[in-house]
């Protein structure tokens, strides 16, 4: 185990960062909120299946009702939002730089709701890479016209959405078995993804090798694999901290875009994805300064 909680952030960055890349593949061939109601749906399901062979606790009706909200949250609007804006022509790497954005609003909610006590390296760790996401988006939206305002007010949403699910847990449902409470997390989301792919997509899915392919990452890497990890370490570790891991997910993301895509980032972005990466340092790394 000791192993295993020592890799554990790095492993979730890992995984994490690739979601922004299977979203390009995902909406390809299909609508954002149809791929996405098939993915969480079936995740939903093996995770049931496999609460029930673990033999986990049944989850009262407080924590299903809290686990539900936490979904519409860090799946219903956070997935939601990312994969709208990269079907609207948002490149996959300024996507991650903007999702990065959420340790900041997470950091402001657990203070907030959780009184967590943060010191003043964490802070200023947050701020860089605050700053840093930030630069990179002012260089893109001035330099191209791939950062439209429709892709904007969705990477907003996913990013209120992602701060707002990753507090709760914290807050209401530490106890909640893992496996039982993440499949109910996806039921909640695959209602709202539904609606929205019936109402919105007219259930738009083209089955080909690579949506076969973006689907099954998706639900065995993303879905099971980096959330369970995300939500493990949210039982051990402060919001804040477990969120501020995601300001490394823009570099992983941006290498992986240039290598499929042919996306690339100018200068000044270059120095704000230093500077994000710096952030994430501070805000990570182990410190007993004082605190603020």
């Excluded at 997470?106 to 840093?132: A, D, K, Q, S, Y």
């Excluded at 914290?170 to 993804?193: D, E, K, N």
């Excluded at 370490?233 to 501020?244: C, D, E, F, H, P």
């Amino acid at each position: 185990m000791a192993p295993f909680v020592r890799f554990a952030p790095m492993v979730f960055v890992m995984l994490w960062s690739t979601g922004f890349i299977v979203a390009r593949y995902g909406t390809a061939d299909s609508g954002p909120l149809t791929f996405l109601s098939i993915r969480v749906a079936i995740a939903a399901s093996i995770l049931w299946v496999l609460s029930r062979i673990a033999k986990e606790a049944t989850l009262t009706r407080r924590e299903k009702v809290v686990q539900m909200i936490s979904g519409l949250g860090i799946h219903g609007l956070y997935l939601g939002g990312v994969f709208v804006a990269i079907d609207l022509g948002l490149p996959s790497g300024v996507s991650a730089l903007i999702a990065a954005l959420h340790p900041v609003v997470t950091t402001v909610f657990g203070r907030v709701l959780l009184r967590e006590v943060m010191n003043r390296r964490r802070v200023l760790g947050v701020v860089l890479g605050c700053i840093g996401v930030v630069v990179v988006v002012v260089e893109r939206g001035g330099a191209t016209d791939s950062v439209s305002t429709g892709a904007l007010s969705a990477m907003g949403v996913a990013v209120l959405g992602m701060s707002a699910g990753t507090v709760l847990p914290r807050q209401f449902a530490v106890s909640t078995p893992l496996l039982g409470g993440t499949a109910w997390q996806y039921l909640s989301s695959a209602v709202l993804f539904s609606m929205g792919a019936m109402f919105f997509e007219d259930w738009e899915f083209s089955v080909t090798p690579q949506s076969l392919g973006a689907l099954a990452w998706s639900v065995g890497i993303l879905s099971l694999g980096a959330i369970l990890i995300m939500l493990w370490l949210l039982k051990r570790q402060a919001a804040s901290q477990v969120s501020s891991l995601f300001f490394l997910t823009p570099a992983l993301s941006t290498i992986q875009g240039a290598l499929l895509f042919g996306e690339s980032l100018g200068i000044l972005s270059l120095i704000g994805l230093v500077v994000a990466l710096l952030g994430v340092w501070l805000a990570t790394s182990m410190s007993h300064s004082a605190t603020t």
